[in-house]
């Protein structure tokens, strides 16, 4: 099995991966690489999202259809994923902790308001991600967030229905 560990932080705009593979205990050293640089394989990766302040929406999208096609795990962990991160609870295979902090807002161009139809549409985007409940709480509320977040719990998550990560 080979995990991708993703850990972004504020400020930074590489992320850390961690490439490990356990058939044989062979590890290779940390290595820095843009986001759209994640390599996945069917069956072989886990991806785990830490510490993720979001980015931008079509990167995010694409990199997420990449890893529903491949059927590949998706782990979020850390203390919070925020903005496009949360994206990622729409994955085929994903599971969350229960003290992470998901963090929902209005989709914008790096924090300029958009017109309404890219509003709209980029809106529709995010939301297409999203298990049913949550799809519909982010386009009839979270959407319209313009400053912060709304702040929702793993906790709350793993009450609605998703996966708690086993340790």
Known sequence: ???WEVDMKA????ILLSKVLQAGALAIALIAFPLASVPVRAGLHVLVAR?????????????????RARGDRV??????CLSACTMYLGAEDVCIEP??????HCPSFWGLALNDASFDYWSRVVA???PDGLRQWYMQ????????HYRVSGRELIGLGSQQCSD
């Open 141 to 148: 509320v979270a959407r319209h967030r313009v400053n912060g």
């Open 1 to 3: 099995m080979i995990v």
């Open 128 to 130: 297409s991600y999203y």
């Open 11 to 14: 400020g930074n705009s590489r």
């Open 99 to 104: 003290d992470n902090v998901y963090g929902f």
């Open 51 to 67: 510490n993720d302040i979001g980015g931008r929406i079509d990167r995010r999208a694409e990199l997420l259809d990449h890893l």
């Open 75 to 80: 782990e979020i962990r850390g203390h919070y």
